[in-house]
């Protein structure tokens, strides 16, 4: 079985900073594309960054040049730096991953279940 489990999140104001994590543990063959959504009420669950396993990288265009996406293939762990967060930014972050479990299955999506973020002054 493959988990997603995901920290780093909680509450900071306007301006401020917070780093999430997203550790991939269980059968794991090999991982594909990791990337981070979010969901806040009321609202679709949208895409925020994504990176290849080569390291290419794709964000939203509310996040571009405040956040930062990165992973370390070793540990099957993805990060997301948050910096100059806004309120709009509140939301609950899903961490997802594209995952073989063998070395012929196909890969499949895999979700963590989310972390809070809430930007208030």
């Known amino acids: 079985q493959v988990q997603l489990v995901e920290s780093g999140g909680g509450l900071v104001q306007p301006g401020g900073s917070l780093r999430l994590s997203c550790a991939a543990s269980?059968?794991?063959?090999?991982?594909?594309?990791m990337g981070w959504y979010r969901q806040a009420p009321g609202k679709e669950r949208e895409l925020v960054a994504a990176?290849?396993?080569?390291?290419?990288?794709n964000y939203a265009d509310s996040v571009k040049g405040r956040f930062t996406i990165s992973r370390d293939n070793a540990r099957n762990t993805v990060y997301l730096q948050m910096n100059s967060l806004k309120p709009e930014d509140t939301a609950v972050y899903y961490c997802?991953?594209?995952?073989?479990?063998?070395?012929?299955?196909?890969?499949?999506?895999?979700w963590g279940q989310g972390t809070q973020v809430t930007v208030s002054s």
């Open positions: 990176i290849t396993s080569g390291g290419s990288t």
């Open positions: 997802n991953a594209e995952i073989g479990t063998s070395a012929l299955a196909p890969l499949r999506d895999y």
């Open positions: 269980g059968s794991i063959f090999g991982i594909n594309a």
